[in-house]
């Protein structure tokens, strides 16, 4: 069968270039202007206010805030 449904794919953090914070989540995005690509990581999936202390160190040393 030829399959003409577009595909999904996860981003990996090379095609994520931007970091937002937002009051409940982080948005990491994509470069392009209209943000093809992006990813919402909820501060509520962690266990512990450190998990995400830890979370918000990672994602500050590689990808710039918007």
Do not use: I, N, W
């Not at 409940?24 to 919402?40: E, I, K, M, N, T």
């Amino acid at each position: 069968m030829d399959d003409e449904r577009p595909r999904r794919r996860t981003p990996g953090m090379g095609q994520l270039r931007q970091l937002r914070r937002v009051g409940r989540c982080f948005v990491l995005r994509s470069p392009d202007r209209a943000g093809y690509c992006a990813a919402v990581l909820l501060k509520r999936g962690a266990r512990t206010p450190e998990d995400v202390d830890r979370l918000r160190a990672l994602l500050d040393r590689h990808l710039p805030r918007v």
